[in-house]
């Protein structure tokens, strides 16, 4: 069974200050990685998409990708209490977006003022 | 552009009833999916759908689960009969081939009592 792995937290954040959090993946065919943000209660929204090693940016969100660790992350700079969710990692081992994604069970991040 | 709709949002059955759910994905978008996401769990595919043309239903509970697809757009995913461990939230996405991860639609939340 390929799987998908996050902590399932709460993480708890300051607001302000940087949310990290880690997925790894047991696929080493996984080639393409999201990043899916679900309020409760609310259907999942993507935030990040990444293919290749190293980072990828946009605004406060940052992905990180080690294919040879298996392991990708979403760091989230400033965090405010709107951050405050629980963050769904996906893989899937196409290259495109027709692929199934394989998802974690997710990591909630609490942001407290 | 208009999302992914879906309906009903909420549906509460008695087991051994049947029920159903409908999908109406973005224009255009040839792939669509239906997801299962069980409380405290990450969505799991059931199944996607190319055109109309099923490309992976490997978890789809065959014995009481069916979906079709008409004319390559809308969907249709029926229980018969239903069990108390189906009780979650249904996800219907569509997906373009460059855009990178799916959208979802709200979801329909079904409890079997």
């Known amino acids: 069974q390929k799987e998908v792995e996050q902590n399932s937290g709460p993480l708890s954040v300051p607001e302000g200050a940087i949310a990290s959090l880690n997925c790894t993946y047991s696929?080493?065919?996984?080639?393409?990685f999201f990043w899916y943000r679900q309020y409760s209660g609310k259907s999942p929204e993507l935030i990040m998409f990444?293919?290749?090693?190293g980072d990828k940016e946009d605004g406060r969100f940052t992905a990180q990708l080690n294919k040879a660790s298996q392991y990708v992350s979403l760091l989230i700079r400033d965090s405010q209490p709107s951050d405050s969710a629980t963050y769904l990692c996906?893989?899937?081992?196409?290259?495109?977006?027709?692929?199934?994604?394989?998802f974690g069970a997710g990591t909630q991040v609490v942001v407290t003022p | 552009e208009a999302g992914v709709a879906q309906s009903p949002r909420y549906k509460i059955i008695e087991k051994r009833q049947s029920v159903a759910f409908w999908c109406n994905p973005i224009s255009g978008h040839a792939t669509l999916y239906w997801y299962q996401q069980i409380l405290g769990q990450g969505p799991k595919l059931l199944i996607q759908?190319?055109?109309?043309?099923?490309?992976?239903d490997s978890q789809l509970p065959k014995d009481r689960f069916s979906a079709e697809r008409l004319k390559g757009v809308d969907s249709t995913l029926k229980i018969q009969p239903a069990k108390l461990e189906d009780s979650a939230v249904y996800l219907c996405?569509?997906?373009?081939?460059?855009?990178?991860?799916?959208?979802f639609g709200s979801g329909t939340r079904l409890t079997v009592v």
């Open positions: 996405a569509s997906s373009l081939r460059d855009a990178g991860g799916y959208t």
């Open positions: 996906a893989v899937t081992a196409t290259t495109d977006s027709w692929g199934k994604l394989q």
């Open positions: 759908f190319q055109n109309n043309g099923v490309v992976d």
């Open positions: 990444i293919y290749s090693n």
């Open positions: 696929d080493r065919g996984s080639q393409s």
